[in-house]
């Protein structure tokens, strides 16, 4: 089997269909679909279902499909690498990251990173953190920032940044007048919260769920700065990142509420693939990371490659 072969497949696979994969490729449709049938044949099995215009795996396909993503992302891998070693001025990195990380721990590595590596392009995608894992586990991004913990055992990951969490309020609340309030009395008021399943909501959830109370928020929104945007025109109670409300403090728009020794707090992290090899442009980045945050721990052989 030939690595031209494996590339036609693979190109059918990714979009389920002979007609756009001809087009990704600049080729014919009957030129695919004499290519597959050649491959095929050498292989002796079925690799594709036909249902009219669309394609479908068949069980020999799936698992020439999970074999051929390993093969063409260690090409891609190889290919950065080598571009990187001509010249690392010249690389490309692709990163993940959650919003708070984005806006209030990144910009100044991102700021020493440019002025080192002036020429090298950064891609930053900001979401969520299930969706940063999917995508660096699939190798479409280098490296991701996320929320921990991480449940996957393709990942390596490791905190890079303790994220201290306050209780906010408009400075007129009922509650913003009181020395010291329960998490009862938090559950009795209009809450706006992260969105449920995600990883800081579970945070939040148990800490009240250990005092025996169940949180039942008025309104669910995963993104901070819509969060105390909300807080301020007096919407209700939030509980936000602490690194994000500092501007609001000063001015007096927003209030912290005193939960005395209930504290929220959650651990930002680094996320690589396991055995992943980094290219030079991603390794220097991490140096700066490291040297930034001083992270307890850090890669190690088992993990990646540095």
Request: with cysteine; charged share 25%.
């Amino acid at each position: 089997m030939l690595l031209e072969h494996l590339r036609f497949f693979h190109a059918v696979a990714e979009n389920g269909s002979f007609t756009r994969a001809a087009a990704e490729l600049l080729l014919t449709q009957p030129a695919v679909s004499s290519q597959i049938a050649r491959l095929e044949e050498e292989l002796g099995q079925k690799l594709f279902e036909r249902r009219g215009k669309h394609v479908q795996l068949s069980r020999a396909g799936e698992m020439l499909y999970a074999q051929s993503r390993k093969i063409f992302q260690q090409l891609r891998e190889a290919h950065t690498i080598l571009e990187d070693l001509k010249n690392l001025e010249a690389g490309r990195l692709e990163l993940g990251t959650v919003d708070v990380m984005s806006i209030y721990v990144l910009p100044r590595i991102f700021r020493e990173f440019n002025q080192r590596f002036p020429r090298v392009e950064i891609s930053i995608s900001v979401d969520n953190s299930a969706t940063i894992c999917n995508a660096v586990q699939e190798g479409v991004l280098d490296l991701g920032f996320v929320t921990l913990p991480v449940e996957n055992r393709n990942l390596v990951f490791f905190p890079v940044f303790t994220d201290i969490m306050r209780v906010i309020a408009p400075p007129n609340h009922p509650l913003a007048k009181k020395p010291r309030v329960s998490l009862e009395e938090l559950t009795r008021t209009t809450l706006i919260i992260y969105k449920r399943n995600s990883v800081t909501r579970s945070l939040i959830e148990q800490v009240f769920a250990e005092a025996g109370l169940e949180l039942a928020p008025d309104m669910e929104i995963d993104r901070p700065e819509a969060m105390k945007k909300l807080v301020e025109v007096g919407l209700g109670v939030s509980i936000i990142p602490e690194m994000s409300i500092r501007r609001e403090l000063e001015e007096g728009s927003l209030v912290t509420l005193d939960t005395g020794e209930v504290r929220f707090e959650r651990q930002l992290g680094l996320v690589c693939r396991r055995g992943q090899f980094f290219s030079p442009s991603a390794a220097a980045f991490l140096e700066i990371v490291r040297a930034a945050l001083k992270p307890a721990r850090w890669f190690d052989r088992e993990a990646a490659a540095l």
